[in-house]
């Protein structure tokens, strides 16, 4: 037990040369002082009972799982999800699944998103078998092009 709990130490040392702190996870709650000991034993703590696997997954415990790529991967799931319905809101320009597409995507102007996707269709879906990442490519590029849009939506860079 005591080989185990010394190894556990020794490498919560060796990360934490890495690194300046451990980061999230209820470690980083319980042991708050960003000393080198107490960020190892924080680190320890998160290795040892998967503490911080946890807080990312559920976005608990100073852990933000609304970062960029999870927004970005929620969109292409999104996208991924409703391609049939997507696409013929998109023709149209509006619908609900544009609208909560839209907020995915993290533009703030919905009309103005979905004005764009509207008349820039035919960039968007150029042939008949875009899937969900060829159709988010594109219209990323649609809205760096955009300079309204490039300003207001948060996932396009």
């Known amino acids: 037990m005591r080989l ?8 919560g040392f060796t990360t934490s040369a890495f690194a300046n702190s451990a980061g999230c996870g ?18 320890t703590f998160n ?24 927004q970005e991967k929620e969109a292409a799931m999104y996208a991924e999800a409703n391609m049939p319905s997507l696409k013929v809101e998109m023709a149209r320009g509006q619908g609900e699944n544009l609208t909560a597409f839209s907020q995915l995507m993290g533009c703030n102007d919905v009309s103005a998103f979905s004005q764009m996707i509207k008349s820039k269709y035919q960039n968007i879906f ?3 078998d875009v899937d969900a990442e060829q159709m988010l490519n594109h219209l990323k590029s649609e809205i760096q092009s955009d300079a309204s849009l490039n300003q207001s939506c948060h996932l396009a860079s």
């Open 4 to 11: 185990f709990l010394i190894g556990l130490m020794i490498t």
């Open 26 to 43: 209820l470690g980083s709650l319980i042991f708050t002082k960003d000393t080198i000991m107490s960020q190892t034993l924080a680190e």
């Open 47 to 70: 290795g040892s009972f998967l503490t911080q696997f946890f807080g990312i997954t559920s976005g608990t415990s100073n852990c933000s799982a609304h970062g960029f790529a999870f």
């Open 126 to 128: 150029p042939t008949n």
